[in-house]
């Protein structure tokens, strides 16, 4: 069965440094790709980038390039999304979600609540 | 940017044929995918490659198209099917995954 795990929710400070993970299991992590979506509160879905844990080719969304880090580490069937210095206005759901031209399997989300 | 147009809401009664409209000038050419999206969970694929239903999505969920218009049916709609959909394309400078505003699907 296909499984995507993400960390658990986390409340920061503005300027604080975050970085949330997305656990693969039930497939061969490698040779799928990884996107993650952005959904803020009441609103809809929006991408921001896209990661191919083999060779950890990434693709970003130009509203979130430079704003957001996106890695992977095959060994640990792990793919991350992180944050340097957030944002007030980077609170959000985020989910993880397996696939290349669609997501087939989506993981749970993992709520970032930023604020001071 | 390349955008894809839904409709903000969408009102049926049980039982009647709901039908949710997903617009862009690439849809000739892309496929157009389809989520569901119920309060408090994550996004359920419901079509692939164009009619495609993944394993447990019910056969009342089909697609059709109409040059840069995609629709969602859903027939003999359910108080279950009440929820968000988005639709999901490509575009042709290589973004993988744009969605539409969403339509909220309301059974009466």
């Known amino acids: 069965e296909v499984q995507l795990v993400q960390s658990g929710a986390e409340v920061k400070k503005p300027g604080e440094s975050l970085k949330i993970s997305c656990h693969g299991s039930g497939y061969s992590f490698s040779n799928y790709w990884i996107g993650w979506v952005r959904q803020m509160p009441g609103k809809g879905l929006e991408w921001m980038g896209i990661?191919?844990?083999?060779?950890?080719?990434?693709r970003y969304s130009p509203s979130f390039q430079g704003q957001v880090t996106i890695s992977a580490d095959k060994s640990i069937n792990t793919a991350y999304l992180q944050w340097s210095s957030l944002k007030a206005s980077d609170s959000a759901m985020y989910y993880c979600?397996?696939?290349?031209?669609?997501?087939?399997?989506w993981g749970p989300g993992t709520l970032v609540t930023v604020s001071s | 940017s390349y955008e894809l147009t839904q409709p903000p809401s969408v009102s049926v009664s049980p039982g009647q044929t709901a039908r949710i409209t997903c617009s862009g000038d690439?849809?000739?050419?892309?496929?157009a995918y389809w989520y569901q999206q119920k309060p408090g969970q994550a996004p359920v694929l419901v079509i692939y490659?164009?009619?495609e239903r993944p394993s447990g999505i019910p056969e009342r969920f089909s697609v059709s198209s109409s040059g840069t218009t995609v629709t969602l049916t859903i027939s003999g709609v359910q108080a279950e099917d009440e929820a968000d959909y988005y639709c999901q394309s490509g575009d042709s400078s290589g973004t993988p995954w744009v969605f539409g505003g969403g339509t909220k699907l309301t059974v009466l």
């Open positions: 990661i191919f844990p083999g060779d950890s080719d990434t």
């Open positions: 690439a849809l000739p050419k892309q496929y």
């Open positions: 490659n164009y009619s």
């Open positions: 979600a397996r696939g290349g031209r669609y997501a087939d399997f």
